[in-house]
């Protein structure tokens, strides 16, 4: 079946580091990719999304390019700031029928002053 | 704006005794989610209706049931909370069941405490 394989955290970084998020995936058909994000106490937010292969997908900041070949969807930000900590999920759904979005199992990003 | 509302967003409720969580949506969307969280871990889906078709996942236990009266809101009901039903309930929407980049849209979530 379908899955998404997130890196483990907690990942805890100082303000301005650069930020890199592992995300691969297995499908059966074409997926398209998600990243959200989750404020403590709140609930999910569209972070960005990428449909295609090669897509770039972007917002505040933070970038994920869709690659087949490698079957990976990664989360980057190049200087992140305290207000990014937070829960990150990557999650895909297929294109074609019915199919929910699958999540990774999330990865918790705190950011220190 | 156009948005998922979820009341209450905190509620309290004994063993064993019925609570009903609602949603609502103002962006006119077919499809309603019902996903339980519980804490350091993904959202899992209990169910979702496409429009008035309710498709339940294998797992959900039976004391969970919905309710989706119109387009704009749904409930859920859990007929006899057990201490393990503790968590976050997040409400969400898509325009369709599926196809190219149909994201979901969140509401805040309820947290319900099992006393």
């Known amino acids: 079946g379908d899955s998404v394989t997130q890196m483990e955290g907690p990942v805890t970084l100082s303000e301005e580091a650069f930020l890199t998020i592992n995300c691969t995936y297995t499908a059966t058909g074409y997926p398209s990719l998600f990243w959200y994000v989750q404020y403590p106490g709140e609930g999910l937010q569209l972070l960005l999304k990428a449909t295609k292969a090669d897509d770039k997908g972007s917002n505040k900041g933070f970038e994920a390019t869709y690659r087949k070949e490698t079957t990976s969807f990664h989360l980057e930000k190049g200087s992140v700031q305290v207000s990014d900590s937070a829960v990150y999920f990557c999650a895909l759904t297929t294109n074609s029928g019915n199919t929910p979005l699958v999540f990774g199992k999330g990865t918790r990003l705190s950011v220190i002053a | 704006d156009a948005m998922v509302i979820q009341n209450p967003r905190y509620q309290v409720t004994q063993f064993g005794k019925p609570v009903t969580l609602s949603c609502s949506q103002t962006?006119?969307?077919?499809?309603m989610y019902w996903y339980q969280q519980k804490s350091s871990q993904a959202p899992k889906l209990l169910f979702h209706y496409y429009d008035k078709d309710f498709n339940n996942e294998a797992d959900t236990p039976d004391n969970f049931q919905s309710r989706r009266p119109n387009t704009s809101f749904c409930f859920l009901d859990i007929r006899s909370p057990g201490l393990g039903d503790a968590a976050m309930y997040l409400c969400?929407?898509?325009?369709?069941?599926?196809?190219?980049?149909?994201?979901?849209?969140f509401g805040p979530g309820t947290r319900l405490t099992v006393l």
């Open positions: 969400a929407t898509s325009p369709r069941q599926g196809g190219l980049g149909n994201e979901q849209f």
């Open positions: 962006l006119n969307h077919n499809v």
